[in-house]
């Protein structure tokens, strides 16, 4: 049995071969520099990351086809991640209902060491390979689901282990890391490896990282809601007015898509019980609301679809 100076050992070997562990050579001189210069080249160390995203298209369109047909059978889209990935995947959840109707157990973000993890490091949480999987069980995870796990080295026990829950379960599994073969890429079924290099601050898989990993699970959440019809002529049609500001775009949203003025749209969200959607369809159409209700539903919600049904 290896010692714990062995152990050290191994671990510090394994994380020198990542990328995302990597000093640079030309940032050893940051704490020299003038505010203007370190704004300069933090700038272009960032514009590097939407390019590597973009050489992991194929891979973020399967995961976003595979996630939408799940989610056409009453699937669910659960992220799991520790740290700085695991916010990024409860944020994403957490903005779906808001922004697109959604019920808030359609999305939903689980982080290693719990709610706490949110707002504070919880120790050694994220070397719990159990933990994942437990919680997905609590969540009576089924094949219908997809698992996303979220880790910028892709070593993560935490993910490893709920991903591998998730394929034994048969859910589709989709890694989303910082580093080539990664472990978590390993265990999925899509492996969306986005090699974003040295961080600007060796380590901080804050920066980089978390940047692409955002970019990524952007594009996996609104694409398949696209998909879904939540949004018509690039505009949120599902959003849920749960303040002022939402209620002001959802008039300012039915006026722009339909021509009618803030009075007509104001009566259409009322008949429609808040609904942009449906009220875009009652002024598009001219349909009673419960004719206009059965539109969408045998269109799947679908607003175009709906809208060719009740005027042809």
């Known amino acids: 049995m290896p010692t714990e100076a062995q152990r050290l050992s191994a671990l510090l070997d394994e994380l020198s071969a990542l990328g995302t562990e990597a000093s640079s050579t030309e940032r050893g ?63 994403d959840a957490s ?115 978390g940047t692409a990993q955002k970019l990524v699970v952007n594009m996996l959440t609104t694409l398949s809601m696209i998909n879904l019809g939540k949004t018509y002529h690039g505009v949120m049609v599902d959003l849920l007015a749960t303040n002022e500001k939402l209620h002001a775009r959802s008039i300012r949203t039915v006026t722009e898509l339909t021509g009618a003025d803030v009075a007509q749209a104001s009566s259409a969200l009322a008949a429609a019980d808040g609904s942009v959607k449906l009220a875009i369809l009652l002024l598009t159409t001219g349909a009673e609301p419960d004719a206009a209700r059965a539109a969408l539903v045998d269109a799947d919600g679908i607003l175009r679809v709906a809208i060719a049904a009740l005027t042809h």
Do not use: W
């Open 95 to 209: 903005e779906c209902p808001p922004t697109f109707g959604t019920d808030p157990s359609m999305v939903i973000g689980l982080i290693a060491g719990g709610e706490t993890a949110i707002r504070s490091a919880v120790e050694n949480a994220e070397d719990d390979d159990h933990a994942a999987g437990e919680s997905l069980r609590e969540l009576q995870l089924t094949e219908r689901d997809t698992v996303v796990g979220i880790s910028a080295s892709g070593r993560t026990p935490y993910v490893i282990g709920g991903l591998e829950y998730a394929r034994g379960i048969g859910a589709l599994t989709v890694a989303i890391a910082s580093n080539a073969d990664s472990a978590i890429g390993a265990v999925a079924d899509i492996a969306v490896e986005i090699v974003t290099g040295p961080e600007f601050i060796s380590g901080s898989t804050r920066l980089k990282s």
């Open 29 to 91: 001189d940051l704490d020299l520099l003038g505010t203007a210069e370190l704004v300069r080249r933090m700038n272009a160390e960032d514009q590097r990351i939407a390019d590597a995203v973009a050489e992991r298209s194929a891979e973020i369109t399967a995961a976003v086809d595979g996630i939408t047909e799940r989610f056409r059978r009453g699937g669910r889209l659960i992220y799991i991640g520790a740290g700085t990935a695991g916010r990024i995947g409860v944020l």
